[in-house]
C-alpha cells in the first residue's frame, strides 16, 4: 500500500509561435511531472508554476522532494488527504495531487472519472481558443486562422487599453464565432461598466476578471449586461464566499487550486453559492488537461486549449477537432 515518489522531474515544452498576455510574452512553458508508485501501478501528474503567485518549476519539484518522505508509508488515499495539509495550493500539489489519484484509480482498477464519482465518462466539450494579445491587425489574422480550424469559442487576451479595438478586430476575423474575454486584472482604472456594455454589443458573452486581486468590491455597484466570472480572485473553495457578491461565476483550475481534490471542493462551493463554472488551465501538456477534462463536464465554459497552444503534445494525448477537446482513442 505505501506510496513513492518515483521521480519529479522539470520538462520544457515549446509554444507553437508566442504566448502573449497583459503580464508578458513566452515562447515555452516548463511543467513539473510527478510519479507516484505503489502496489505495481504508477500514477503521474503534471503542474504548470503558477506565475502570479510566484512559482517557478525547480522550486515546485523541490516542493515534491521535500514531502516525499512524509508520506512514503501511506496509500495512496492517505497520501492526497495528506498533501491538502503539507503543501499550500499550487502547481507542486497539483501535481502530486493528481499523480495520487491516478495511482489510486490503477489500483482499484477503476477510470479517473468513476473514483471522483461523476455520474458516467466524460465526453467532448466545446473548448475557447486563446487569442494573444496583438494589435488588432494580428488579433484578427488568428482568430481567422482559428475559426477556419474549426473553433467555435474564443478567449480574447485584454490590457485595459485599446480593448473595444481588439475585440473588434477579432470579431471582424471571425464573425461566427463565440466570444469571451480575459481582462488579466486590467480594467480597474477604467470605466468598467462601459466597457463591459460595449464588449457586449460586440457579442462578448463573458468577461473573466475584470479587476485587480483585491479590488472585486469595485464590481459591487456594476449591473453589467454580461457575467463576470473571477480567475486570480478565487484560488480555492475558501474563496468562494469571499468573492460571490461581486461575480457570477469562477474559472477553476487545478494549478492555482492545488489539485483535482481542490478543485472539485470549489465546484461544489460555487454550485451551492449559485455561481457559473468556468474550468480553466495554464499552458500545459494533455497530462494535465486529464483531471481538468473530468471536471469540465460540470462547467458551463471550457478553456482547455493549453495543449492546442503547443508546438507539440505528449503523445496519445487530447483531441482538438471543430472547436472541441475529446480524449484521443
Known sequence: MAVHLK????ERWPVAGRFIISRGATDHVDVV?????GEGATGRGEGTPVYYLGEDAVGCRDQLLRVAPYIAEMSAAEARAAVQELMPPGAARN???????????????LRLWQLAGCDGPPTARTTAYTISLGTPGAMAEQAATAEADGYRLLKIKL????DRLRVAGVR?????ARLIAD???????VDILSEA????????????????????ALLDPIYAPIPFVADESCQTAADVARIGPFYDGVNIKL????????????????DAAGLSIMVGCMLCTSLAIGPAFVLAQRAKWVDLDGPALLARDREGGFEFREGRIAPSV
Open 7 to 10: 521521480s519529479a522531474r522539470v
Open 33 to 37: 511531472v510527478a510519479e507516484v508508485e
Open 95 to 109: 501535481a502530486i495531487d493528481c499523480a495520487l489519484w491516478d495511482l489510486e484509480a490503477k489500483q482499484r482498477g
Open 159 to 162: 490590457t485595459g487599453e485599446g
Open 172 to 176: 471582424k476575423g471571425a464573425p461566427n
Open 183 to 189: 481582462a488579466n486584472e486590467s480594467w480597474g482604472p
Open 197 to 216: 456594455e460595449a464588449l457586449a454589443d460586440m457579442g462578448v458573452e463573458m468577461i473573466e476578471q475584470p479587476v485587480p486581486v483585491g479590488a472585486d
Open 255 to 270: 494549478d492555482k487550486a492545488g489539485g483535482l481534490t481542490e478543485a472539485l471542493k470549489v465546484a461544489d462551493a460555487a
